[in-house]
């Protein structure tokens, strides 16, 4: 089965190596971490690491990266399912199985994660919800899985939405309009601490918040959700 997973990051070294230590289910062979940016230790990091790599030197943004990460993935002829994840987050160990199973065995074709709060520690309190309510409608893109259907039929990320904001605002309202089963596992736990690559690593996205939302209302008619 070929599920490849992709982080990008901008600085904060610590918090992306708690992510990695915390992924299981996927072969080392098939992560790709994109260096979008750093200016810290991470780069160094990044350039001579265990994993497949892309630096891009500069920051071109999310959905740029987002990009760049899904077609590295269907570069590949086995590829049935692309993840993405934020380099501040930290997953249960039965994470990426729980998401792998929603998408192969139970029909989704985006999948998200569900956050559990900001602190890891939360994790080894975490339950499973009743089956009836294992899914919710409000996909979570800290941590997600595309499928090369969904990205055949939505297409990839708009880079009109520059830096940072409302890229999944709008990926979301594009897989309504084409009805794709798109869901968030609530089996599927993550802890998030939440925007560090703003308050800790220097990028300053604020800038980009009301752009981006102007540019969602010329697109769609309408302020995004």
């Not at 990008?8 to 971490?33: F, W």
Request: hydrophobic content about 35%.
């Amino acid at each position: 089965m070929g599920t490849y997973l992709g982080i990008p990051t901008v600085n904060n070294l610590r918090y992306l190596k708690e992510t990695l230590a915390s992924i299981k289910g996927i072969d080392n062979n098939n992560i790709l971490i994109l260096d979008n940016g750093s200016t810290d230790e991470t780069i160094y990091w990044v350039a001579s690491c265990q994993y497949e790599r892309i630096l891009n030197g500069t920051n071109l943004g999310v959905a740029k990266a987002w990009n760049q990460i899904i077609n590295w993935g269907l570069s590949y002829d086995d590829c049935e399912i692309i993840y993405i994840l934020n380099n501040d987050i930290v997953l249960h160990p039965e994470c990426i199985t729980s998401m792998t199973e929603s998408i192969l065995a139970n029909g989704k074709e985006c999948i998200s994660g569900l956050n559990i709060g900001n602190l890891p520690v939360m994790l080894s309190s975490f339950t499973k919800s009743a089956p009836e309510r294992r899914y919710t409608t409000a996909v979570n893109f800290s941590c997600f899985g595309l499928t090369p259907k969904t990205i055949k039929r939505v297409g990839l990320f708009d880079e009109g939405f520059k830096l940072a904001y409302y890229e999944d605002n709008d990926y979301h309202h594009r897989m309504n309009l084409e009805g794709v089963a798109s869901s968030c596992d609530t089996w599927a736990a993550f802890t998030h601490y939440g925007s560090r690559t703003i308050r800790e690593g220097g990028v300053k996205h604020e800038p980009y918040f009301a752009q981006n939302r102007a540019y969602f209302k010329q697109k769609w008619g309408v302020d995004p959700p």
